[in-house]
């Protein structure tokens, strides 16, 4: 597999397009997901530590429950992803992700700890996005009571982290640069 061509609306529901639309059209998913991993730990370790647990506003999510978002984001659109492809004909259940936000209880944990989580994470997803082919990334199926390929998964996951990551630097500033809102 060396390219996956945007997927088409129809296969992903309409939210979904906030994500894939953040993904470039070079089709070179793998190596978007490598680099978001990136840009996600270099910003998450360039923000002040102590600032890492402090909501933007009352009632938001810290960067580090934003960070756990996007693993159990990832993990579903992962699971879902496999699941097509391999021609699973039960739709597929949703999730409700503040209930698992608060859940996992990132705060209590450190940013070490979360980032090798992280790693690993983004690591099994990528094995798993580079062993489909084109008659896997074609395949569909329904989640959350809606129409999804794998095709869209594989942008959705891209995506959803680069929407997440966008959104810090909105609300926290882009901490590697020292701009953005005050941390006061």
Not at 17 to 39: K, N, T
Not at 88 to 103: C, I, K, N, R, W
Request: charged letters at 20%.
């Amino acid at each position: 597999m060396t390219s996956i061509t945007r997927p088409s609306p129809g296969e992903y529901r309409d939210y979904a397009i906030a994500y894939v639309s953040l993904v470039p059209e070079d089709g070179q998913i793998v190596d978007h997901l490598e680099a978001g991993r990136r840009r996600f730990e270099a910003w998450l370790r360039a923000y002040p530590a102590s600032q890492l647990t402090t909501p933007h506003a009352p009632g938001e999510w810290t960067p580090l429950d934003v960070l756990l978002h996007v693993m159990d984001t990832e993990r579903v659109f992962a699971y879902r992803a496999l699941c097509l492809a391999r021609g699973e004909t039960v739709s597929l259940p949703g999730f409700e992700q503040d209930a698992y936000a608060a859940a996992g209880k990132a705060n209590a944990r450190s940013l070490n700890e979360l980032i090798d989580e992280y790693r690993a994470v983004r690591t099994a997803t990528i094995a798993l996005v580079r062993s489909f082919d084109e008659g896997a990334l074609n395949c569909y199926g329904t989640a959350d009571g809606h129409p999804l390929s794998v095709r869209a998964v594989t942008y959705m996951l891209a995506g959803h982290e680069l929407f997440h990551l966008r959104s810090l630097g909105e609300n926290y500033g882009d901490a590697a640069h020292g701009a953005g809102k005050s941390r006061a």
